[in-house]
Nanobody
Framework: QMQLVESGGGSVQAGESLRLSCTAS????????WAWFRRPPGEEREGVAA???????TYADSVKGRFTISKDNAKNTLSLQMDSLKPEDSGMYYC???????????????????WGQGTQVTVSS
């Protein structure tokens, strides 16, 4: 079993940046597919960015050009660099992982088995 722990959330002003981290521990050897999701207040969870151990990345249209996902395989750490933040980026951010490649889309939450507890991001205008 694998554990995922997110960190780096906080409250910022629009236009500022945050960097989220997700540290994996436990049985991490087989996990190859990683993603960030968020749940805005009162809304459904949505995919933000995904990557695999080869570094191939996928982004939601709403964050393209502003967010960058990266994976440090040696440290088992997934990161999300978020620049030019907007109030609509606010929400609880979760990292997720799975061993098998996503079949329906890298930003679909049902593709991932392991989840962290989340870290809160609040962006004020």
């Amino acid at each position: 079993q694998m554990q995922l722990v997110e960190s780096g959330g906080g409250s910022v002003q629009a236009g500022e940046s945050l960097r989220l981290s997700c540290t994996a521990s436990g049985n991490t050897v087989r996990s190859k597919y990683w993603a960030w999701f968020r749940r805005p207040p009162g809304e459904e969870r949505e995919g933000v960015a995904a990557t695999d151990n080869d570094g191939i990345a996928t982004y939601a249209d709403s964050v393209k050009g502003r967010f960058t996902i990266s994976k440090d395989n040696a440290k088992n750490t997934l990161s999300l660099q978020m620049d030019s933040l907007k109030p609509e980026d606010s929400g609880m951010y979760y990292c997720a992982s799975d061993q098998t490649p996503p079949s329906s889309g890298a930003l679909q939450s049902y593709e991932y088995r392991d989840w962290g507890q989340g870290t809160q991001v609040t962006v004020s205008s």
